[in-house]
């Protein structure tokens, strides 16, 4: 796809329902589900998108995600950008869970959630050295709750893994 392929269809206001509590002005990182697609060569990079769309919301219903996510208060929105944040932290489909379970924890005191992973993402939309002082929303060092969207595609685990954290009142990792 050309440039001008790939920012209009980067654009493009999809109306799908893994996007419907996604913000308006928020792009589509973290939405854009990683597998393999089969497509023509003659499919659009906008079907390609739909596609991904579709798989990641084929994930979530499948494995009953969204009912887990809407109990524990956080939207599709909301779930993908903490999701996002796990995957940036560790890899390890066991680790998340626990790295999971810390977040929900500090989100549901007030608490910071002080992950390393959002300034530096913010550091590197800006074009600056990363620093804990970022003033950035992606800054959760310096900025209660969830930063403004996802920062970076997620594995299956780490949708599990917001979806069934293990169970503890753990504050750190």
Same mark, same amino acid.
């Given at each position: 796809?050309?440039?001008?392929?790939?920012?209009?269809?980067? %654009? &493009?206001?999809?109306?799908?329902?893994? #996007?419907?509590?996604?913000?308006? !002005?928020?792009? $589509?990182?973290?939405?854009?589900?990683?597998?393999?697609?089969?497509?023509?060569?003659?499919?659009?990079?906008?079907?390609?998108?739909?596609?991904?769309?579709?798989?990641?919301?084929?994930?979530?219903?499948?494995?009953?995600?969204?009912?887990?996510?809407?109990?524990?208060?956080?939207?599709?929105?909301?779930?993908?950008?903490?999701?996002?944040?796990?995957?940036?932290?560790?890899?390890?489909?066991?680790? %998340? &869970?626990?790295?999971?379970?810390?977040? #929900?924890?500090?989100?549901?005191? !007030?608490?910071? $959630?002080?992950?390393?992973?959002?300034?530096?993402?913010?550091?590197?939309?800006?074009?600056?050295?990363?620093?804990?002082?970022?003033?950035?929303?992606?800054?959760?060092?310096?900025?209660?709750?969830?930063?403004?969207?996802?920062?970076?595609?997620?594995?299956?685990?780490?949708?599990?893994?917001?979806?069934?954290?293990?169970?503890?009142?753990?504050?750190?990792?």
């Amino acid at each position: 796809f050309s440039d001008t392929e790939v920012t209009a269809a980067f %654009q &493009k206001t999809y109306q799908h329902p893994v #996007l419907a509590t996604r913000p308006a !002005g928020t792009g $589509l990182e973290g939405y854009i589900y990683p597998e393999t697609y089969r497509m023509g060569a003659d499919q659009s990079l906008e079907a390609l998108l739909e596609r991904s769309f579709d798989e990641l919301y084929k994930l979530l219903t499948k494995k009953h995600y969204l009912e887990e996510y809407t109990k524990r208060g956080l939207s599709i929105h909301q779930a993908v950008t903490l999701a996002s944040i796990v995957q940036k932290e560790v890899s390890s489909p066991k680790d %998340q &869970k626990q790295v999971a379970q810390v977040f #929900l924890k500090r989100m549901s005191i !007030g608490m910071q $959630l002080g992950s390393d992973v959002t300034f530096m993402y913010a550091a590197k939309q800006l074009g600056v050295e990363p620093s804990v002082d970022l003033d950035s929303p992606y800054n959760t060092r310096k900025y209660n709750g969830l930063p403004p969207g996802p920062i970076a595609n997620m594995n299956p685990s780490a949708l599990e893994a917001v979806a069934f954290p293990y169970a503890g009142d753990y504050l750190f990792f």
